[in-house]
Nanobody
Framework: QVQLVESGGGLVQPGGSLRLSCAGS????????MGWYRQAPGQQRELVAQ???????IYADSVKGRFTISRDNAKNTVYLQMNNLKPEDTAVYYC????????WGQGTQVTVSS
């Protein structure tokens, strides 16, 4: 069964950093564009960053210049380096393909608060 497992979340003060990881099977990653999504309480899930197999990236305006997405194709893992975190970044973060979604993982909670 295809599975995505996110990790690396936590509680951090504004201005701090976190690095999220997402591991999955090769059948999930393959040639697909992978993305990091987030969902804040009462809001819809949104795509914040995406990366192609070749390493090309696209970011939402809200995280541009602060977040960096990367992937290790050999390890079937995608990362999200988050710097200069703001309270509005507080959400559950998920990874998944972009476009052809698979079953969502449990996500990892990121809380930015002083």
């Amino acid at each position: 069964q295809v599975q995505l497992v996110e990790s690396g979340g936590g509680l951090v003060q504004p201005g701090g950093s976190l690095r999220l990881s997402c591991a999955g099977s090769g059948s999930i990653f393959g040639i697909y564009v992978m993305g990091w999504y987030r969902q804040a309480p009462g809001q819809q899930r949104e795509l914040v960053a995406q990366v192609t197999r070749g390493g090309n990236t696209i970011y939402a305006d809200s995280v541009k210049g602060r977040f960096t997405i990367s992937r290790d194709n050999a390890k079937n893992t995608v990362y999200l380096q988050m710097n200069n975190l703001k309270p509005e970044d507080t959400a559950v973060y998920y990874c998944n393909r972009v476009g052809v979604l698979v079953r969502w993982g449990q996500g990892t909670q990121v809380t930015v608060s002083s």
